[in-house]
């Protein structure tokens, strides 16, 4: 069988979260190479488009097009768990607009208005909420999204109540709800600047960390389970204890971020401790995927897919957990707090559980989507070139932004004397950022090849059964 129709008509919605997700995806990168650049060439784009703008695009595309992909996942996922069509999907398709229109007018306003006279226009003198990392965008901005993602939960978790419960699906909702109730602490913005950081640690931490884990777990094994064909209990019971250990070292984790911000001395060792346990649940996460290829019982004809579900796994664990634990532990995090070391990680962390397990759904549910069970092996394996391709530009990156962190902890920290100031060491990172620069155009390079393959002709990639499904599965 060569084509599919999809279970539920419903499902048709998250096609249009899927490609705002991608198209936002892509303007991510090409602002986040321009910040490269920006790093060797101080007045690249400038005045029209400065650094600390440039900035502030990057980052929150990488936030609203993840937002897109997980609403698109659960628009995809919630109807084939609940075994129902979506309670309304109508208002999936308005809260696709007012969220795209809103996230592109507040993307117009970082880059058409100083970001003063911004605050001035949008009323944050009447609700003090911006100039924070991360959650820059306006008030309306702000205010927008939180109704987006109620209307968002609502029409999810009526589905999820009218319907079939799972594992899964619980998961996922647990996830989805504690990023949204997490999000009402970008509002509080205290003048105590020791409560401010707390505060802001509580989004940014407890989502990254903790319910964003959650989301991702909950993708990761809706995936696994329809590419490997495994039985459900075996999957259900990696997965609960996958998130218990997630929750544990995440929450307690935020501590790591409490070290030298005000916060008692006790936080140095519940954030060590803790965060030194956060690896767990990734590596978990790791033995979970390859676990399940082991044990699949059917040769899915979307080998795409599962190539960026363990990839995922894998990716997710050295970003997360490896490049994390580097420097967690408190006498470490010492002298690397605020460094190049702490981008590494970021970029790792963010690329190998969060983008990629955003790419894994779209591509097992985008073929579907287009009445295939599987895209053609050609446009398969240009996907799968595209996988390698960003994968080897992104570590290509940490890779040289570890060096660079390394040699400014050396050069600007750790001497007792003579320590250089912070524009000179920057001028010895040169010979890295240049490096940095070509992981990025190497990982742009991969993203363009990804899009491509949807473009890619060719008959869809047949179902092996029988003998050459056996065949298939020893090779």
Same mark, same amino acid.
């Given at each position: 069988?060569?084509?599919?129709?999809?279970?539920?008509?419903?499902?048709?919605?998250?096609?249009?979260?899927?490609?705002?997700? %991608?198209?936002?995806?892509?303007?991510? !990168?090409?602002?986040? #190479?321009?910040? $490269? +650049?920006?790093? &060797?060439?101080?007045? =690249? *784009?400038?005045?029209?488009?400065?650094?600390?703008?440039?900035?502030?695009?990057?980052?929150?595309?990488?936030?609203?097009?993840?937002?897109?992909?997980?609403?698109?996942?659960?628009?995809?996922?919630?109807?084939?768990?609940?075994?129902?069509?979506?309670?309304?999907?109508?208002?999936?398709?308005?809260?696709?607009?007012?969220?795209?229109?809103?996230?592109?007018?507040?993307?117009?306003?970082?880059?058409?208005?100083?970001?003063?006279?911004?605050?001035?226009?949008?009323?944050?003198?009447?609700?003090?909420?911006?100039?924070?990392?991360?959650?820059?965008?306006?008030?309306?901005?702000?205010?927008?999204?939180?109704?987006?993602?109620?209307?968002?939960?609502?029409?999810?978790?009526?589905?999820? %109540?009218?319907?079939?419960?799972?594992? !899964?699906?619980?998961? #996922?909702?647990? $996830? +989805?709800?504690? &990023?949204?109730?997490? =999000? *009402?602490?970008?509002?509080?913005?205290?003048?105590?600047?020791?409560?401010?950081?707390?505060?802001?640690?509580?989004?940014?931490?407890?989502?990254?960390?903790?319910?964003?884990?959650?989301?991702?777990?909950?993708?990761?094994?809706?995936?696994?389970?329809?590419?490997?064909?495994?039985?459900?209990?075996?999957?259900?019971?990696?997965?609960?204890?996958?998130?218990?250990?997630?929750?544990?070292?995440?929450?307690?984790?935020?501590?790591?971020?409490?070290?030298?911000?005000?916060?008692?001395?006790?936080?140095?060792?519940?954030?060590?401790?803790?965060?030194?346990?956060?690896?767990?649940?990734?590596?978990?996460?790791?033995?979970?995927?390859?676990?399940?290829?082991?044990?699949?019982?059917?040769?899915?004809?979307?080998?795409?897919?599962?190539?960026?579900?363990?990839?995922?796994?894998?990716?997710?664990? &050295?970003?997360?957990?490896?490049?994390?634990?580097?420097?967690?532990?408190?006498?470490?995090?010492?002298?690397?707090?605020?460094?190049?070391?702490?981008?590494?990680?970021?970029?790792?962390?963010?690329?190998?559980?969060?983008?990629?397990?955003?790419?894994?759904?779209?591509?097992?549910?985008?073929?579907?989507?287009?009445?295939?069970?599987?895209?053609?092996?050609?446009?398969?394996?240009?996907?799968?070139?595209?996988?390698?391709?960003?994968?080897?530009?992104?570590?290509?990156?940490?890779?040289?932004?570890?060096?660079?962190?390394?040699?400014?902890?050396?050069?600007?920290?750790?001497?007792?004397?003579?320590?250089?100031?912070?524009?000179?060491?920057?001028?010895?990172?040169?010979?890295?950022?240049?490096?940095?620069?070509?992981?990025?155009?190497?990982?742009?390079?991969?993203?363009?090849?990804?899009?491509?393959?949807?473009?890619?002709?060719?008959?869809?990639?047949?179902?092996?059964?029988?003998?050459?499904?056996?065949?298939?599965?020893?090779?």
């Amino acid at each position: 069988m060569s084509s599919t129709r999809l279970p539920y008509a419903s499902q048709s919605v998250s096609k249009y979260y899927f490609i705002a997700a %991608l198209a936002l995806f892509t303007a991510q !990168i090409v602002f986040g #190479l321009a910040l $490269g +650049l920006q790093y &060797l060439l101080g007045d =690249f *784009l400038f005045p029209y488009i400065p650094f600390n703008q440039a900035r502030m695009v990057h980052t929150n595309l990488l936030i609203v097009w993840l937002l897109f992909g997980f609403q698109g996942a659960a628009y995809y996922m919630v109807p084939e768990e609940s075994e129902t069509e979506l309670y309304s999907p109508k208002l999936a398709i308005a809260l696709f607009w007012i969220f795209l229109v809103a996230g592109a007018l507040t993307i117009v306003g970082y880059l058409a208005v100083p970001y003063a006279k911004l605050a001035e226009l949008t009323g944050n003198d009447i609700l003090q909420t911006m100039g924070r990392e991360f959650l820059e965008q306006p008030l309306p901005t702000k205010l927008g999204i939180v109704a987006v993602m109620l209307g968002f939960l609502f029409n999810i978790s009526m589905t999820v %109540l009218k319907g079939r419960k799972t594992s !899964i699906s619980l998961v #996922l909702m647990i $996830g +989805l709800w504690g &990023l949204a109730l997490l =999000f *009402l602490f970008s509002f509080v913005n205290p003048h105590n600047l020791v409560r401010d950081k707390m505060y802001w640690w509580f989004v940014v931490h407890l989502w990254v960390e903790g319910t964003w884990e959650l989301i991702m777990g909950a993708l990761l094994a809706f995936v696994l389970i329809k590419t490997t064909g495994v039985d459900r209990e075996v999957i259900d019971k990696w997965l609960y204890v996958i998130i218990a250990m997630a929750l544990i070292t995440g929450i307690l984790g935020t501590g790591h971020h409490f070290f030298f911000i005000g916060m008692p001395g006790y936080w140095l060792w519940v954030g060590s401790i803790f965060s030194a346990m956060e690896p767990i649940p990734f590596f978990m996460m790791t033995v979970f995927a390859f676990n399940m290829v082991q044990r699949r019982r059917r040769e899915h004809p979307n080998q795409a897919a599962l190539l960026w579900a363990v990839g995922c796994s894998v990716v997710a664990f &050295l970003g997360a957990g490896v490049w994390g634990f580097i420097h967690t532990l408190s006498p470490v995090n010492y002298y690397t707090h605020g460094s190049q070391v702490t981008a590494a990680h970021g970029h790792l962390a963010f690329y190998g559980a969060y983008v990629m397990v955003v790419l894994a759904i779209i591509s097992y549910a985008m073929p579907i989507l287009r009445g295939r069970v599987a895209n053609s092996q050609k446009a398969q394996n240009v996907e799968m070139w595209s996988f390698w391709m960003m994968t080897v530009g992104m570590v290509v990156m940490v890779l040289a932004l570890t060096g660079a962190g390394i040699l400014q902890i050396w050069l600007q920290r750790m001497p007792s004397s003579g320590a250089m100031s912070f524009m000179d060491t920057q001028d010895q990172l040169r010979f890295f950022y240049w490096i940095r620069v070509g992981g990025g155009v190497g990982f742009l390079l991969g993203l363009m090849t990804y899009l491509s393959s949807f473009f890619v002709g060719g008959a869809p990639r047949e179902v092996p059964t029988g003998a050459a499904a056996l065949r298939v599965r020893n090779a």
